[in-house]
């Protein structure tokens, strides 16, 4: 059977020395991610923070949910 759970995710800017990427924070009851997923961030081709920011404003006002599979699921033929 396939097993799949929708999470609403709030797209952060988060820096490093000479990068940036964009964290996913889940926004459910519990703060956590399916199926035991620990994190989820994005790498990017920039390393300018506002190009970064503009990313994750672009995220935030267009993805309403993300959805993440069980390993080992599969559709019901």
């Not at 991610?33 to 503009?54: D, Q, V």
């Amino acid at each position: 059977m396939f097993q799949a759970e929708h999470l609403e995710l709030r797209f952060k800017v988060k820096e490093g020395i000479g990068n940036v990427w964009i964290d996913a924070e889940p926004q459910s009851e519990n703060g956590g991610i399916p199926f035991g997923i620990a994190g989820m961030g994005l790498t990017l081709y920039t390393t300018s923070t506002s190009e970064a920011e503009r990313i994750a404003d672009f995220f935030n006002n267009n993805v309403n949910q993300v959805f993440f599979v069980k390993e080992g699921t599969k559709c019901m033929e």
